[in-house]
């Protein structure tokens, strides 16, 4: 509930995740932001654009998707704007970054650089699977962080360099971030690369971002 400096009534503001079960059956809202959009035309997540509004918004930094559904994201929020990142980079409204792509030998390499790459700057390794982040906290000691992990922001801000899931590939802000490292990914998805690199966009900081292939 949002409120004037006087205390009469501004807005109220409902907050649900795409996972909840929410009927929406009764609901009437004046505004719909769609928050990470291009998880809306997915099979759960889908029925929340039809939630009765009289406007309706989506935002995302990476509006694609690698199945059939990635028209339909501009289709339940809207036309999409600024979707096209060269025009911000020109005139330096949005900062850019170096990006390396690095081919390794196997598993067993990709563990050994991410190490390389990390000793002593404040980074997170991302990685698709479980095991790999796991092992890495079992051979060099960098927290990893899942969806079990308690409390993660604390996690983060307590260590220089942390292994993340992909519950860390969007909506985590490290205003201090050097390097990101994509040790594992999921097959050729865009959105989730984007969003990976999008974590050192939100840093004063940033270096370098790494691809391990």
């Known amino acids: ?22 009927s929406f059956a009764d609901a009437r809202y004046v505004m719909c932001l769609y928050d990470e959009s291009h998880h809306l035309p997915s099979n759960r997540a889908h029925r ?3 939630v009765p509004c009289e406007f309706r918004m989506g935002q995302s930094a990476s509006a694609i998707r690698e199945d059939s559904r990635a028209d339909w994201i501009r289709k339940l929020t809207g036309e999409a704007v600024g979707a096209d ?16 792509v690095l081919l390794v030998r196997d598993l067993e390499h990709k563990y050994r650089l991410a190490n390389l790459l990390t ?5 997170i390794v991302f990685c698709e699977a479980i095991a790999d982040g796991a092992e890495l906290e079992r051979r060099y000691g960098m927290p990893f962080i899942y969806s079990a992990t308690r409390e993660p922001l604390a996690v983060i801000a307590a260590h220089r360099r ?22 594992s ?8 690369s984007l969003q ?18």
């Open 196 to 213: 990976r690199f999008g974590r050192l966009l939100h840093s004063a900081r940033r270096e370098e971002h790494v691809i391990l292939m």
């Open 1 to 22: 509930t949002v409120r004037e400096a006087d205390g009469s009534l501004r807005a109220v503001v409902d907050i649900y995740s795409y996972a909840t079960r929410h």
């Open 119 to 123: 000793e002593g700057r404040r980074a």
């Open 48 to 50: 929340h654009a039809f």
């Open 162 to 183: 942390v292994a993340m899931s992909r519950v860390g590939d969007a909506g985590i802000d490290v205003p201090d971030l050097e390097v990101v490292v994509d040790l």
């Open 185 to 192: 990914f999921l097959g050729g998805s865009r959105a989730q």
């Open 85 to 100: 990142w060269a025009p911000h980079v020109a005139n330096g409204t949005l900062q850019t970054v170096p990006i390396r």
